[in-house]
C-alpha cells in the first residue's frame, strides 16, 4: 500500500502535489518524494525517509520547479522499509528520462529481473519492484519509438507490452521528460486510481490522477472517472487528455481491503463509498454477533479508533446497546498496521491508545475493529480493556478472518504470522485473551462493500485464498516467505 499522485498544471505545482501527499499519508509513513519536471524536459526530484511534514524543507520546495509533478507516499512491501534508495520515485535516464511512481506489488519480480538483465540489458540498484517496473516501462517505450517525436499511441503500445510482462497489481504514474505524464491502471484494478480535472484561469484544462478522490475534493478538482483497469492516460504538456484501454482482457477486481482499513472514509473508490461500505458492514457484522454471542454478554459497545468507527456505531444501533468511546487515541502516532516489524506495532500500541477506565470498570465489552491480521495489536487492546476494569470482552472483527497471505500491495506476506492461520476461532479468542471473538462472515463483507455499485466482484484474496491474477502459486507464496524470513 502506498499513495501517489500526479499533476498537469499551468502553473507550479510543487506545493499542490505537497498538499496532496499530507491527505495521503495514511497509506505510508515509511518514505515520501516528489518529482517534477519543467516544460524543456529538465527534472526535479527530492525524496526521504520519514513522513511529509519531516522530509521536505523550504529549500527542497524551491528546488520543485515546473508544472508538472509527481508524488508518492511509502507503506515499504518489497525491499527494506527504512532504505534511502528504496523510496520513491524512481528515475531512468532513457529513452527520454522517465521519473515513475507505483502503488502495488508486482508477484514476478524474480522472471522480471531476470529478463531485464539478460534481455533488456538494464541495470538494477535495489529490490524495489517500482525500480523494475520504470525499466519495464523504458524498455518497451525504446522497442516502440519509431522516430524522434513520441506519440501517444506509442506510449499506448509500450503500456500494453508492460501488461504482457508485468504480473500482480500496479497503479502507476510516470513523467516523460519533455512531453507528458503517462498513468495506467493494472488489468484488474487491484490498487486504486482516479482522474480529475479543473479549468485554469486562462481556461485551458489541469489534471490530477491519484489514489483517492479526497485529494480531487481538497484542490477543487471535479471528479472525471476512475481509470479503468488496463487503461493508460497520457496528458501531454498542454493539457490535452489521452486515454487507450490497453489490456486484451480487462476485469475490475478491486481490493477489499481498501474499503475495511486502508482508504480514508471520506474517499469513493470505484463509484463505492468507503464510509457507506463501513456502515454496511457494521449492520452485517450486528447480525453474526446476535447469532453468536450468548444474549446478555454484552452491556457496550466501543470501537478501536478510528476506522472502525462507523462500523461500531451501526452494530451499537442495531443491536440496541449503548455506544461509547472507551479509547483515547494520541494522534502523533501512526497507524500501527503499516508500521514495519512486529516491534515497532508492540511498542506504540499504548503509546497510540489509552483505556478510560471510567468507560470500562464492571462492564462487559464489546470491541469493533476492523480487522485482526497478525494479532499483536488486539491482544494488546484486550488486556488494556481488562486493566482498566473492563468485566468480560469480546472482540469482533469488521473483516472476515485474514487466513492467507496478501500479495498485491499490503504486508501480509507469511502465513504463520497471521493470528487466523491454522487456527478455529475458539484457538484464535484463547490466543487472544478474549471471552469471544466473532468475525464478519466472507459473502457479508463483499455484499457489504459492492451493494449498489457497478463493481461485480473484489480481490479477497487474503480472506479466501483466490489469487485474482490467476498467477499466484504456491511456490511463491513459500518463496515470499522465505525472503522476508532471511
Known amino acids: 500500500m ?15 502535489i505537497y498538499d496532496a501527499l499530507l491527505l495521503l499519508q495514511h497509506r505510508g509513513q515509511d518514505s515520501t518524494g516528489i518529482a517534477t519536471a519543467e516544460p524543456s524536459g529538465v527534472f526535479h526530484i527530492t525524496k526521504a525517509r520519514g513522513q511529509v511534514r519531516e522530509a521536505f524543507r523550504t529549500r527542497d520546495m524551491r528546488s520543485l520547479l515546473g508544472t508538472i509533478g509527481l508524488g508518492h507516499v511509502r507503506y515499504a512491501t518489497k525491499g527494506t522499509a527504512s532504505s534511502e534508495e528504496e523510496a520513491q520515485p524512481f528515475y531512468v535516464n532513457a529513452p527520454y528520462g522517465i521519473v515513475l511512481v507505483h502503488n502495488g506489488n508486482l508477484t514476478n519480480t524474480r522472471e522480471l529481473t531476470d529478463e531485464l538483465f539478460h534481455k533488456d540489458r538494464r541495470h538494477l540498484n535495489t529490490s524495489s519492484d517500482t525500480e523494475l517496473l520504470v ?5 518497451e517505450l525504446q522497442a516502440t519509438v519509431s522516430g524522434i517525436d513520441l506519440e501517444p499511441d506509442e506510449i499506448f503500445e509500450a503500456v500494453s507490452r508492460v501488461h504482457a510482462r508485468a504480473e500482480g497489481s500496479y497503479a502507476t504514474i510516470a ?23 479543473r479549468q485554469a484561469p486562462d481556461g485551458s484544462y489541469e489534471w490530477v490522477v491519484t489514489s483517492e478522490s479526497l ?16 487503461e493508460a492516460v497520457f496528458i501531454d504538456l498542454d493539457g490535452h487528455l489521452h486515454t487507450k484501454q490497453c489490456a486484451e482482457d480487462p476485469q475490475l477486481v478491486p481490493c477489499s481491503f481498501e474499503y475495511v482499513y486502508l482508504a480514508r472514509p471520506d474517499s469513493i473508490m470505484n463509484g463505492i463509498s468507503v464510509y457507506e461500505a463501513r456502515l454496511r458492514m457494521g449492520d452485517r457484522l450486528a447480525d453474526t454477533i446476535a447469532k453468536y454471542t450468548p444474549a446478555g454478554t454484552i452491556d457496550v459497545v466501543m470501537p478501536i479508533p478510528d476506522s472502525s468507527r462507523p462500523a461500531a456505531m451501526q452494530v451499537a ?4 446497546i449503548e455506544y461509547r468511546e472507551g479509547f483515547y487515541k494520541n494522534r502523533y502516532v501512526g497507524r500501527t498496521f503499516i ?34 491480521v497478525r494479532g499483536t495489536t488486539s491482544k494488546q487492546i484486550i488486556q488494556m480493556a481488562r486493566d482498566a476494569g473492563a468485566t468480560s470482552v469480546t472482540f469482533a472483527s469488521a473483516a472476515p478472518p485474514v487466513r492467507y497471505p496478501h500479495v498485491y500491495g499490503i504486508n501480509m506476506p507469511t502465513r504463520h504470522e497471521l493470528v487466523a492461520h491454522g487456527r478455529s476461532i475458539p484457538e484464535i479468542a484463547e ?13 457479508d463483507l463483499k455484499a457489504a462493500i459492492l451493494e449498489g455499485s457497478d463493481v461485480e466482484d473484489l480481490d479477497m484474496s487474503c480472506f479466501d485464498g483466490r489469487y485474482v491474477t490467476g498467477t499466484v502459486t504456491e511456490e511463491y507464496l513459500t518463496w515470499v516467505e522465505a525472503s522476508q524470513e532471511s
Do not use: W
Not at 135 to 139: I, K, S
Not at 215 to 230: A, I, K, S, T, W
Open 175 to 197: 513523467l516523460i521528460a519533455g512531453h507528458g505524464l503517462l498513468a495506467f491502471r493494472d488489468p484488474f484494478g487491484i490498487r486504486p486510481l482516479i482522474l480529475g480535472t
Open 2 to 16: 502506498c499513495g501517489i499522485v500526479g499533476m498537469v498544471g499551468r502553473g507550479p505545482v510543487n506545493q499542490e
Open 317 to 320: 444501533r442495531k443491536l440496541g
Open 135 to 139: 525499466n519495464v516501462l523504458a524498455g
Open 431 to 443: 490466543e487472544l485473551g478474549a471471552d469471544y471473538v466473532v468475525y464478519q462472515e466472507v459473502a
Open 215 to 230: 485529494v480531487l475534493e481538497n484542490g477543487e478538482f471535479e471528479v472525471v472517472r476512475d481509470v479503468m483497469p488496463g
Open 339 to 372: 508500521m514495519p516489524g512486529q516491534s515497532a506495532r508492540k511498542r506504540s500500541v499504548r503509546q497510540k491508545l489509552n483505556a478510560m477506565s471510567s468507560e470500562f470498570k464492571g462492564k462487559n465489552v464489546l470491541l469493533i475493529d476492523d480487522s485482526i
